[in-house]
């Protein structure tokens, strides 16, 4: 984790990958690729109607948070060595726009208790409209603070509630400032 994001050339692939065999969803594989510079390394022709539509939702919106992801000041918020998760942040220089990466890993229970992620590098005084992106159709919002706006103040000392659900699940979420 030494390189920035502009650095790190993260890529979707084929699932099951072909070093580890590991089979991932796709939802997940942009998650953690979009936390990066995102790339592919899989033929859109070999993906379902409906993971292509996926895909390009998903780089549409990659395109629009690329700044704030290459430019702006990363916060390790839960380390994967040790934890059954693991999740970073993004906030940029002006604090107005931060996007908040969770990734479920391999775990012995299939919903852990996640607690609430204590935000950093958001502004105490400004409040943040959290809004979640590469949401599945028909699927809940990982966080019940979705769709609400809630203080920096309280987003770092309380935390954004957020739950995961099985193996290699993942959220990312988005948080602008209230004008």
Not at 57 to 63: A, I, L, M, Q
Request: with cysteine; proline share 7%.
């Amino acid at each position: 984790m030494f390189y920035p994001a502009q650095a790190v050339a993260a890529h979707v692939t084929v699932s099951p990958n072909l070093q580890t065999g590991r089979a991932t969803p796709l939802k997940f594989r942009f998650d953690v690729a979009m936390s990066a510079r995102l790339g592919f390394e899989l033929h859109p022709a070999d993906l379902t109607p409906a993971e292509r539509t996926f895909a390009k939702t998903c780089v549409e919106t990659y395109k629009r948070i690329r700044p704030t992801v290459q430019q702006g000041d990363l916060y390790r918020l839960v380390s994967p060595y040790g934890n059954s998760r693991a999740s970073v942040m993004y906030v940029d220089e002006s604090k107005r726009h931060a996007l908040v990466f969770l990734w479920g890993l391999v775990r012995s229970q299939p919903r852990d208790v996640v607690p609430p992620l204590k935000l950093q590098g958001l502004s105490a005084d400004r409040s943040y409209r959290i809004e979640e992106l590469n949401r599945l159709d028909g699927k809940d919002p990982h966080s019940r603070a979705v769709g609400r706006t809630i203080s920096g103040a309280a987003l770092a000392e309380v935390g954004l509630p957020a739950r995961l659900h099985g193996d290699y699940d993942s959220a990312v979420f988005e948080l602008t400032a209230a004008e």
